[in-house]
């Protein structure tokens, strides 16, 4: 798998009218690719995305010290950005050529605490998809054991802007 290729900055990222020429499961695997930078987001945070089908998301992430919260456990932040990341990454494999979405409200589910290093994999599965709304769920699962740490489910805009 080729290493990502994060934006440092604003000027690394497509011009909208270079992301909107393409669906968003073409945008998707680009960016796994490496052809297209993924947010600088994801290398802060410790994760990113793996794979993308029409439809399903699977994002790889080790969360380590700098995630922690100030007890020394992961931090929820770092499980809702993660299953936000996959969740929306579902909606957008069903986006067409011109659409975007934005996330209207996502919910997550904490089931148990994430260890300093414990390797973890994220699924977004696509549940519905309109012309105005797109939904999702997400799971975050120990990549060894299997063992369910969170749930969530999202809810996003769907948009086709006029450029």
Same mark, same amino acid.
């Given at each position: 798998?080729p290493?990502?290729r994060?934006? #440092?900055?604003p #000027?690394d990222?497509l =011009?909208p009218?270079?992301?909107l020429s393409?669906?968003?499961? #073409?945008?998707?695997? =680009?960016?796994?690719?490496g052809?297209?930078?993924s947010p $600088? /987001?994801?290398?802060?945070?410790s994760?990113?995305?793996?794979?993308a089908?029409l439809?399903?998301v699977?994002?790889?992430g080790?969360?380590?010290?700098p995630? $922690? &919260? +100030?007890? @020394?456990?992961?931090?929820?932040g770092?499980?809702?950005?993660v !299953?936000d990341?996959a969740? $929306?990454?579902? /909606? /957008?494999?069903?986006? =067409?050529?011109?659409?975007?979405q934005?996330?209207l409200?996502? %919910?997550? &589910?904490?089931?148990?605490?994430? %260890?300093? @290093?414990?390797?973890?994999?994220?699924t977004?599965? !696509? #549940?519905?998809i309109?012309?105005?709304?797109?939904?999702?769920?997400?799971?975050?699962?120990g990549?060894?054991? @299997?063992?369910?740490?969170? $749930? +969530?489910?999202a809810?996003?805009?769907?948009?086709?802007?006029?450029?």
């Amino acid at each position: 798998m080729p290493e990502p290729r994060y934006a #440092d900055g604003p #000027d690394d990222f497509l =011009k909208p009218q270079d992301v909107l020429s393409m669906s968003g499961l #073409d945008y998707i695997r =680009k960016m796994i690719a490496g052809e297209v930078p993924s947010p $600088t /987001v994801q290398r802060l945070m410790s994760y990113r995305i793996i794979e993308a089908e029409l439809g399903h998301v699977t994002l790889h992430g080790t969360p380590e010290h700098p995630q $922690t &919260n +100030g007890y @020394g456990g992961i931090h929820g932040g770092w499980y809702a950005m993660v !299953l936000d990341t996959a969740m $929306t990454c579902a /909606v /957008v494999t069903g986006l =067409k050529q011109g659409q975007t979405q934005t996330t209207l409200e996502f %919910k997550v &589910n904490l089931i148990r605490a994430i %260890k300093p @290093g414990t390797e973890v994999i994220a699924t977004g599965q !696509l #549940d519905h998809i309109g012309r105005s709304t797109g939904v999702a769920r997400g799971e975050i699962r120990g990549a060894e054991d @299997g063992r369910l740490y969170a $749930t +969530g489910t999202a809810t996003c805009f769907i948009m086709t802007p006029e450029l």
